[in-house]
DNA sequence: AAACCGTCCCTAACACTGTTAGATTGTGTT
DNA sequence: AACACAATCTAACAGTGTTAGGGACGGTTT
């Protein structure tokens, strides 16, 4: 009864693999902070030590975490318009990125792409050359619009609240601590569109996805 | 000679200004990773305890620097073409944020904003509403170009590498590592883009910059 | 069969981290 | 002179990643 969230068969041999899945289970279910090389190696039935003998330090797992998330990421087929390609390519990525709040910050802090990361960047690159951009405009568009994915992505996951009454309670507590009048037309986007019933930040990755694929229709006929 | 870095008179008393003063200029010379209460008590003259008699915690000075960066980030002055002002407070927050490249990840995780952040956004959506937008056009442009701002920076800041040779070393080592023609359109762009002479990564934000901007702009005239 | 070798795992330790409890100092006021 | 209070101290706790060195086990070679 001891181990009680990350129920992991102890008995298959101590691996980068297994360390790996061990290593997204605890990520997923208590955050990133709590992978550590002792959590893992307990998980695993081993002492920490022992997984200096599979993986060069906890770098490599994080590498390798980042990677297994980027290969989550489903990458639509070549073939298409290159709008609704990248359309899906940006929402699958949020999608994923959603399931793994942990992963948007460590995607860009980890420098040393794997394969699946390197698929999804190709994935992206050629859906703008198929769709008849230069090599230049193909560049930008895909840098432009990663950028603004992750970005959002990486506001999101970092809300400090989850529905909204809890907005609510975050945005008064806020607006308690300053006087409203030194941002009057914060104070207006508040009242008239975060505070409306239905609201979730969410619903602005569409809108902005839309302005970043419209700006890229436009930088194509100018 | 102990001291060699950040010389910060010790004679002042401590307070939670002067903490924040020395916590930046340990993160601009060492990262945010030196940044520990031992470190900033040693550079106060102090032993590490007697910060908290200042400070709540080490999550409070977090969200000072946060502000204190968002409070370096110059805002443009009310009156004049939205395009224009959204523009130069993208560029000022690339700016700034490049100065001090552990602020991006950061400014994303702390989770408690500070009078200089809601000033940021502030002018950001006085802009596009005295542009004429609506509140909610208003707050999806600004999110748009906040996200994209924030995401290519935080890609940016985590570059490894800084100069033409270390690029070229670097894709080196990623075109060895997999077989090239499994990413043929990422190998085209690294040949024909990348590896050009004159190539930087940071020329990419003004074009990706100007595809937001006109995306905005189509948004409106739908 | 006996010796060897490499893989895997262990214990122990090092130098760190943020944070708290409780004692001690120093300064200013009554 | 006595008190109060804020600021600082020492010591400790439960963690972190990582390395050194030793022991157990299996398979391969002599």
Redesign the interface.
Known sequence: MGRRSAEVASRAPVNRARALEVALVVADSEGIEAVTMRRLARELGVEAASLYHHVRGKGEILDGLVDVVAAEIEVPAPGGDWRDMIGRRAQNTRAVLLKHPWAV?LM??R???G?AT??L??AG??AF?EGGFS??L????V??V???????V??EV???FRDESELAAMTGA?MEQ?PAA?????F??TI???LQPGYA?GN?FD??L??????????LTQ
């Not at 193909?138 to 568009?141: L, S």
């Not at 839309?210 to 890229?216: E, M, P, R, T, W």
């Open positions: 910050s860009a802090s420098t040393t792409p394969p390197l698929s960047l190709e690159i050629r050359r090599v230049l193909a560049a930008h568009a840098s432009a990663d950028s603004y994915v992750h970005g959002f990486l506001q970092n809300l400090p806020i300053f030194d941002y009057p037309y914060l207006e986007l008239e569109h975060v930040y602005e809108s902005g839309a302005i970043v694929l419209d700006g890229i229709t436009a930088s």
